[in-house]
């Protein structure tokens, strides 16, 4: 009897329970795991993951130690959900299982907010259906990622919350938004959603109380509010963001794949797009491994979409929810006021490829602190307008229905209405309920060996970093035979450090490291490889043949890398699961926790940021950069990551090849010059420059007189054209890819290296997307975007030396277009030259003299959390104490003297400090750690407040009106 009588009160919630319901199950596949392009995975192992969260300022555990600029203490909430989850259901059904709760809780968020406001069950029911049943809410789960699908969960409530303080104000009603708050906290994995949705509130708030100064402090406290059960995440996150987040920007994998996405959401994000929330995901591609190609990741809606129905039904949901804005406007309504704002951002962050709003988004682009949150809008921006809509949508739909009430019999008309709204909806959603509101590529099967993998490492003594292959791409992105594509998942179960693409982007070390690994591989080279995995301290070599590259399967290297690791001595294969082959590696130093002092380190300059070999650890082993260095390599770096400006001097004179270091002063008075055994060039040394002179033993000029016009769009659809003038050729491509200007050389030995002079000119659209394809191993070494320059400007890049027996080179200029703004670049005279690449990096100043060997000694350490360790030292002359993680400002050494201040850079890349001598005992600590700290104190201080009200009488009053 009491559900028949909750139903009937409640009968547009149990429909909605009842849809929610029919459609997770449709989706749902028993045996399977749920995982996505980019993922989260806790139940791989928890106590890693709780201390990620609990101490997650520093992760030490992300290649060689990161500040995250992902807020991993803002998961907190979310696993106080899932890991009870976790005690009775499978591991393969938890993320399942979350994503039902917040499908649920999103939905009859949605629901009781629109009741709330507007007092009509009706209306909320329509506009809650409109909120689950949307293109826009579609690509959100389709792909499902955490952050995401907690914001569809949590948007409404926090909104509902804040509008019953504003209006009603009340204690219970601020305790209300601060658990929604809380909870609403993993939307900021990624801080850009958290700050994007947090701007939208403040608007809503502030227009909310407009005109009225006491509900106007009620909106500054209800902020304040969400600001403090956040600040457990936002104070380490405010660190994070002030002092790495422009290594995001400058990543590689950022600088290339920003330009395009950039340029997809333009083209996709047209008003007409918009309207149905139709976005780039309509038009994105995926691997298929039974094809073996890419296809389309959306076919069963892409096919829907032409049903002659389905477009109109889309399209007249947007009338109706634009006809409820006016209303809104027309009858004053505060709430639907309140929304618009908001709305209107958002709409217009979709539709960035509309006239003018194009135009305002990039000079938007163009402010550091927009940047990041104006890259992929579809994110960022959907839910936040989605959900407004549903509200306008609802407003609308009253709207109509009292418009057609004046005529007919007011009941009968909203039934009516409510039933083909309904239907309508459900037509215009079906694939989602047959299976298609996740993607089918999503619902995988995790092969056992993975696993196996996991558990016996982790079984293994100490925490040896560990190293994953194959290296073919810079790109964080790999493809599995098993069917699985994404961002990659072995890190969250893996207690060892691991040196994976997905962490390169937020460290500049990590991603070096790729470089000098990737080099070492691709040229062969044994001394190179052991050198790499001494600097880093790597003992585990983790070779997943599961790995397939679409494009170019032989660039994989499986067989060639197997090759490399049996010739060194280092290197002892040590375990195999099915295709995943794992490598121990034999330190000449052992590993401490990643900690050791040294005394006599000798000190090396300059440093550099980037390069794909270091001679100076090759040949002296640890070292400590030094103002007053031991060892200085004047042409220390000749690698190029960017096409763009030469770390030395170039140029062409007398018939030889020039080339300038500039030295310290006094260098001379007490170093002596180390040439190389070659007689591949003349060095001289004028005051404080050095001067080497070569032959030009190689020269090619590129000729564009037999140019082939060629479009590698996938579509081939677009305009492409080359116009020929002189000594330049201007490429043209409009929504297409002219890949004309590709330069083969066959013969071209990879022993040597070569310098390329490029001179070009950006005239519209983006600039020239420059690319090295290597014949010998079928990848891509390098690509680099040409800088924005609309004046003729010349550009250099250094081919490394790759596989001394390999032979070939390709060079493409790529000028590509997506869309509909025009890409136009001049190319001009491109000169290439063969140079002494190994000889000039090799020459040295050394100290007259005989340098002090140096010792390493191994304290006793205590490390019982990833930002604290205590160190055991003893020794009777000065120590450099070496941390091995990745060198960060954060980290401080505390002495009984107070803190250490000489904090110097180790190896080019870790962390070091200078300790006088004596028998004494250091901290070295991560203190923005502290900030996290704070945080959880003033959360724990709120949580006290809000369990003490439930207590109370009129806490438990208001919990049973809940």
């Not at 998942?489 to 500049?508: A, V």
């Not at 080359?722 to 002219?738: E, F, G, M």
């Not at 490029?758 to 191993?777: C, D, K, M, Y």
Request: proline share 6%.
């Amino acid at each position: 009897m009491f559900m028949i009588t909750w139903l009937k009160r409640n009968l547009p919630v149990g429909l909605l329970i009842v849809l929610v319901a029919v459609l997770f199950f449709a989706n749902y596949v028993p045996g399977t795991w749920l995982s996505g392009w980019d993922t989260l995975h806790p139940e791989f192992n928890w106590p890693l993951y709780f201390t990620r969260t609990i101490f997650s300022a520093w992760q030490q555990t992300y290649g060689l130690g990161v500040v995250p600029i992902q807020a991993y203490a803002s998961e907190l909430p979310r696993l106080l959900i899932l890991f009870p989850m976790s005690l009775v259901f499978p591991a393969s059904f938890l993320r399942y299982g979350y994503f039902f709760l917040c499908l649920i809780a999103g939905t009859l968020g949605a629901y009781f907010f629109i009741s709330d406001v507007f007092k009509s069950k009706a209306l909320a029911f329509i506009g809650t259906l409109t909120y689950l049943c949307n293109l826009g809410t579609l690509q959100i789960f389709f792909l499902p990622f955490e952050m995401n699908i907690t914001h569809f969960a949590t948007l409404p409530w926090v909104f509902l919350a804040a509008t019953k303080y504003i209006r009603d104000s009340g204690k219970r009603n601020l305790i209300f938004l601060a658990v929604a708050s809380f909870f609403t906290a993993p939307i900021a994995h990624t801080p850009t959603l958290f700050f994007v949705f947090f701007g939208c509130l403040i608007l809503y708030v502030v227009v909310l109380s407009l005109g009225n100064w006491s509900t106007f402090k009620r909106a500054l406290l209800l902020l304040l509010t969400v600001l403090v059960m956040n600040s457990f995440w936002l104070l380490p996150s405010a660190y994070s963001i002030l002092t790495q987040g422009s290594r995001v920007t400058q990543s590689k994998i950022n600088q290339q794949f920003s330009p395009i996405i950039e340029d997809t959401e333009k083209r996709d994000g047209t008003l007409v797009n918009t309207a149905l929330f139709k976005n780039v995901f309509f038009d994105w591609g995926q691997y298929d491994n039974r094809t073996g190609s890419f296809e389309q990741l959306l076919p069963a809606w892409g096919r829907h979409l032409k049903d002659p129905l389905v477009m109109p039904i889309g399209y007249g949901i947007f009338v109706v929810a634009i006809i409820g804005i006016f209303s809104s406007i027309h009858d004053k309504n505060r709430f639907g006021l309140a929304l618009l704002p908001g709305f209107i951002i958002a709409f217009c962050a979709l539709a960035n490829g509309s006239p003018v709003i194009s135009l305002i988004f990039s000079l938007a682009g163009h402010v550091p602190l927009l940047q990041e949150a104006l890259r992929f809008t579809l994110t960022k921006f959907t839910l936040l307008t989605v959900f407004p809509f549903a509200v306008f949508v609802s407003l609308g739909f009253g709207a109509i229905s009292e418009l057609i009430s004046r005529w007919f019999n007011k009941k009968a008309v909203l039934w009516l209405m409510i039933i083909i709204f309904t239907a309508g909806l459900i037509y215009y959603f079906f694939p989602a309920f047959t299976g298609n509101f996740f993607d089918k590529k999503m619902r995988v099967n995790f092969p056992q060996e993975y696993f196996n993998t996991i558990n016996w490492l982790n079984g293994q003594p100490g925490q040896g970093r560990v190293a994953d292959f194959p290296v073919a791409s810079f790109w964080a992105w790999n493809y599995y035979h098993w069917g699985y594509e994404g961002s990659g998942f072995w890190w969250f179960g893996l207690d060892n450090p691991l040196l994976d693409r997905e962490q390169d982007r937020w460290s500049q070390y990590n991603e070096n490291y790729y470089w000098e690994i990737s080099q070492s591989i691709y040229s062969q080279n044994t001394h190179s490889l052991e050198t790499v995995l001494g600097k880093y301290q790597i003992q585990w070599l983790v070779v997943d043949e599961n790995v397939v590259s679409p494009t170019s399967p032989a660039s994989l290297y499986f067989d060639q890398t197997e090759k490399l690791f049996t010739s060194s001595s280092r290197v002892s294969l040590a375990k195999k699961f099915g295709k995943i082959i794992i490598y121990r590696v034999s330190l000449q130093s052992p590993i401490n926790n990643y900690v050791y002092a040294s005394d006599n380190l000798p000190g090396v300059e300059p440093n550099y940021s980037w390069n794909d070999q270091d001679l100076a650890f090759s040949n002296v082993g640890n070292y400590v950069s030094s103002q007053k260095p031991d060892y200085y390599y004047p042409f220390r770096s000749l690698f190029t990551r960017d096409i763009g400006l030469l770390p030395f001097n170039f140029q062409e004179a007398n018939n030889s090849l020039v080339f300038k270091a500039n030295l310290p002063s006094n260098l001379l008075s007490d170093h002596l010059l180390s040439v190389p055994p070659s007689d591949q060039g003349k060095i001289q040394v004028y005051g404080n420059t050095l001067t080497v002179e070569v032959p030009p033993t190689g020269k090619y000029k590129l000729n564009y007189d037999n140019l082939l016009l060629k479009n590698c769009d996938t579509t081939h659809n677009g305009v492409i054209k080359n116009t020929l003038d002189n000594n330049k050729v201007r490429l043209y491509a409009l929504d297409a890819n002219n890949c004309s200007a590709a330069f083969y050389f066959p013969a071209m030995s990879q022993q040597t290296g070569y310098l390329l002079v490029v001179t070009a000119q950006n005239i519209a659209g983006r600039p020239l997307n420059f690319w090295v394809e290597n014949r010998t191993s079928r990848r891509i070494d390098n690509q680099s975007f040409l800088p924005i320059s609309q004046v003729g400007s010349i550009y250099y890049y250094v081919q490394p030396p790759m596989d001394p027996y390999g032979l070939g080179y390709n060079f493409h200029f790529d000028n590509t277009s997506i869309g509909r703004q025009p890409s136009i670049n001049d190319l001009g005279p491109v000169e290439i030259y063969q140079i002494p690449y190994s000889f000039l990096s090799e020459i040295v100043f050394v100290p007259k003299s005989v340098p002090i060997p140096t010792t390493l000694s191994f304290p006793a350490i205590w490390h019982p959390n990833p930002v604290l360790y205590r160190v055991d030292l003893s020794t009777a002359d000065q120590q450099t104490l070496v941390l091995n993680q990745a060198f960060n400002r954060g980290w401080i050494a505390i002495s009984k003297n107070g803190i250490l201040g000489d904090h110097v850079l180790v190896d080019n890349w870790a962390n070091g400090w200078e300790v006088p001598a004596g028998r004494q005992v250091v901290y070295l600590f991560f203190w923005p750690q502290l900030l996290e700290f704070a945080g959880f104190g003033v959360l724990t201080i709120g949580l006290i407040g809000v369990i003490i009200f439930l207590a109370s009488k009129k806490g438990r009053a208001y919990a049973s009106t809940v």
